[in-house]
C-alpha cells in the first residue's frame, strides 16, 4: 500500500491507471488492492488520488 501510495501521488506515474498501481504494487486484483489501500488509508485509491491532486 505505502508503494501505491507513493505512486498515486507522484506525477510520473499520472499515466498509470490505479488498476495498473494496483498491479505494479504486487496486488492480483482490483479488488483485494482497493479493500487492503482503505483499510490502511481510510480512503478508496481514487478518493486518495483526488485529494492530493487537491493539495496541487
Not at 501510495?5 to 499520472?14: A, S, T, V, Y
Not at 486484483?29 to 493539495?55: I, L, M, Y
Request: hydrophobic share 30%; aromatic share 14%; charged share 30%.
Amino acid at each position: 500500500v505505502e508503494e501505491a501510495k507513493r505512486m498515486l501521488q507522484d506525477k510520473e506515474f499520472d499515466n498509470l491507471t490505479i488498476l495498473s498501481i494496483a498491479y505494479e504494487s504486487g496486488f492480483k486484483n482490483k479488488s483485494s488492492f482497493n479493500n487492503a489501500f482503505k483499510k490502511f488509508t481510510g480512503f478508496t485509491p481514487s478518493e486518495f488520488k483526488q485529494s492530493e491532486s487537491d493539495h496541487d
